[in-house]
């Protein structure tokens, strides 16, 4: 029988050859391959190799700045090109892509997980409407986050038109060597994943790589005997990979995510205490997702991006008790539990499932989610949003183009100004203590990363949700339909815009409940908008 070659970090690192493309499955820091890049890292610094690589990723791979994830590998020199889903949270690779030291392509990390499969059964790409009308879209930047991808020659997508229709069509891209990460490998190298917080998509990149005739290496906790793993709970069989790695030390270097070695709420093994679950200090960000999740009706599915939603929407559902009547799910393939923060983002504690990431992306780029809650940088008269490019930032897109596609409502959750804003709540409404440095209502959005005539056309409902006006999108423009109490609509709301919103006739003010302590009676608001929607 075929079987793995178990090896160390060393011996792993030899088989990553110069010039090829280096595939990475992971999210934030959770089931990241520490142990073994790490060594990349320092056999590059020390001995000048592995270099030249193409770094393939669907999701974001850092936490917030900390050490760790793709961190280890964003060297000049190390890397020629990345193609990934987002790197908002590595200073290091963005310093990368803003200095023009790498080729950057940024595609959506939905449309990235599925194109395993388009590569696995060797089709000539993955042809998708997501994309169309953003950054993406060849005819506007084609996902090319700087100087040095533009000047290139080398493209990700194209558009093809078929029975009359256009489509982007992403391209496939062979990968030489896969990095993925189990708990246990048994003798033959079956490998499981059950300490592991995501099931992400691990076995359409293996097969990817494979088609490929590219090697597959694990790094695992440990192995295990023959039988130890039961056949439905093997991940990737053990003919498909080509190198174990056991981590010599996985408290350090085989962490369930950055903040923790490991949970088991964090994989459905037990459940937390609901004592054990965080209320949240009524700050602005607090008020902005109250006001959001005020939107929903009982029995609909949810999804939440990163930023403010990601740290405060979860966190209110549970306080507020309306876990039964709504569903979060997050993209990773969490459904149910409350969501950790940004810096863990994509696993969620006291989950009712966890599906492989790929497969949670079917359900938002096909049926559509019902709400989704995402953060935002900019918005311009025309609606169309932009959260991949800021200034000379690119953290790119993760899933936000793939979700907003095709998701039936769409709220965006931001600070009305940026760059120091402070502000206080009180039942008299809100006061403006301190006006951020930069507009986010602007002329014209850096990087259209959501486009707000393409939403219109396709029916969607979309907010723009702040913490002293919320606006919507509609035929003719952007709309202010509601103010905060305490702010003046002149001074306060137009004159911090860069461009004049149409005025709703039926302005409204907001909800004052939104600023108390403790829970803010969401439920009773969302069983009143099931009423008010029949």
């Not at 449309?111 to 059964?121: D, E, I, K």
């Not at 030390?249 to 995510?257: F, G, I, K, V, W």
């Not at 209110?316 to 459904?335: F, M, N, P, R």
């Not at 969607?460 to 606006?471: P, S």
Request: with cysteine; hydrophobic share 35%.
């Amino acid at each position: 029988m075929r079987k793995p070659t178990v090896v160390n970090v060393r011996e792993a690192v030899k088989m990553i050859a110069d010039g090829t493309t280096l595939g990475i499955i992971s999210m934030t820091q959770v089931s990241a391959c520490t142990a073994i890049l790490k060594e990349i890292e320092r056999s590059f610094l020390e001995e000048g190799h592995p270099r030249d690589l193409t770094y393939l990723h669907t999701c974001g791979q850092a936490s917030a700045g900390k050490p760790g994830g793709m961190q280890h590998i964003a060297h000049e020199g190390l890397l020629k090109r990345v193609i990934g889903g987002h790197w908002g949270q590595s200073s290091n690779m963005m310093n990368l892509i803003m200095e023009n030291k790498i080729e950057a392509f940024n595609l959506p990390q939905g449309q990235m997980a599925n194109m395993f499969h388009s590569m696995a059964l060797r089709e000539p790409g993955k042809l998708s409407k997501v994309g169309l009308g953003t950054y993406i879209d060849p005819r506007i930047e084609g996902g090319k986050m700087n100087q040095r991808a533009k000047d290139s020659g080398y493209d990700t997508v194209a558009i093809v038109t078929v029975d009359g229709e256009e489509y982007i069509q992403y391209k496939p891209v062979k990968i030489d060597t896969l990095l993925i990460r189990g708990t246990y490998a048994d003798e033959n190298g079956n490998i499981s994943t059950e300490r592991e917080a995501m099931v992400l998509e691990i076995l359409p990149a293996v097969m990817a790589t494979k088609r490929w005739g590219g090697k597959v290496i694990c790094q695992v906790e440990r192995i295990v005997k023959n039988g130890s793993i039961g056949p439905k709970d093997v991940v990737v069989p053990g003919v498909l990979v080509d190198a174990v790695v056991v981590c010599e030390n996985p408290y350090e270097d085989h962490r369930q995510t950055y903040s923790w070695y490991y949970d088991p709420t964090y994989t459905g093994e037990v459940l937390a205490p609901e004592a054990d679950l965080e209320i949240l200090p009524n700050d602005m960000r607090k008020i902005i997702s109250r006001r959001a999740v005020a939107e929903l009706v009982p029995d609909q599915i949810i999804n939440i991006g990163t930023g403010i939603p990601n740290e405060n929407i979860g966190p209110i559902i549970a306080e507020e008790g309306l876990s039964d009547i709504v569903t979060i799910t997050v993209e990773s393939g969490v459904y149910g539990g409350v969501p950790a923060g940004t810096i863990d983002f994509g696993i969620s504690r006291n989950a009712q499932a966890l599906i492989p990431h790929d497969r949670q992306f079917e359900l938002y780029n096909g049926t559509g989610i019902d709400y989704t809650f995402m953060g935002a940088g900019e918005m311009d008269q025309f609606g169309n949003v932009n959260s991949t490019k800021m200034g000379n930032k690119s953290p790119g897109a993760g899933g936000f183009i793939d979700i907003t596609a095709t998701a039936k409502n769409i709220i965006f959750c931001s600070s009305f100004t940026g760059g120091g804003l402070k502000t206080s709540f009180s039942e008299d409404g809100v006061k403006i203590e301190q006006e951020g440095k930069f507009k986010k209502l602007v002329k014209e959005v850096q990087q259209i990363s959501y486009n707000g005539k393409i939403a219109y056309e396709r029916g969607q409902n979309m907010l723009y949700v702040t913490e002293r006006a919320v606006f919507k999108l509609t035929e003719k423009g952007v709309m202010l339909v509601e103010i905060a109490k305490g702010v003046d609509l002149q001074k306060d709301i137009l004159d911090q815009m860069e461009f004049t919103p149409l005025i709703a006739e039926d302005l409204k003010y907001t909800d004052t409940n939104f600023y108390k302590e403790g829970a803010c009676g969401l439920r009773s608001l969302i069983e009143r908008n099931s009423s008010q929607s029949r």
